[in-house]
């Protein structure tokens, strides 16, 4: 069982930054990838960012390419997503999820809101 909880949504204007932390507790954590993900209103999940816990290879969706980083703090068990040059489309909630052998764990998610 892994427990995740999201932090860092919040309101920001086009063009500025915010830094998503995603806190993990669990049992060997180094074996999980640990993936974010958005969901508007009315629209699916889509995948954004994810992370390879032990080895560190990242993963990102096309549309955050060079605005977005994920990057995990092993000493912390807290895995970042840093995200700048925001837009008013990346409005929606983030959520969390660590994933390993079949198994799927999400945090509540967090609210992002950009202005224009």
């Known amino acids: 069982q892994v427990q995740l909880v999201e932090s860092g949504g919040g309101l920001v204007q086009a063009g500025g930054s915010l830094r998503l932390s995603c806190a993990l507790s669990?049992?060997?954590?180094?074996?999980?990838?640990v993936n974010w993900f958005r969901q508007a209103p009315g629209k699916e999940r889509e995948f954004v960012a994810g992370?390879?816990?032990?080895?560190?290879?990242?993963y990102y969706r096309d549309s955050v390419k060079g605005r977005f980083t994920i990057s995990a703090d092993s000493a912390k068990n807290t895995v970042h997503l840093q995200m700048n040059s925001l837009k008013p489309e990346d409005t929606v909630v983030y959520y969390c999820?660590?994933?390993?052998?079949?198994?799927?764990?999400w945090g509540q998610g967090t609210q992002v809101t950009v202005s224009s």
């Open positions: 669990g049992r060997t954590l180094s074996r999980y990838r």
């Open positions: 992370i390879i816990w032990g080895g560190g290879t990242t």
């Open positions: 999820a660590a994933s390993y052998a079949g198994n799927t764990y």
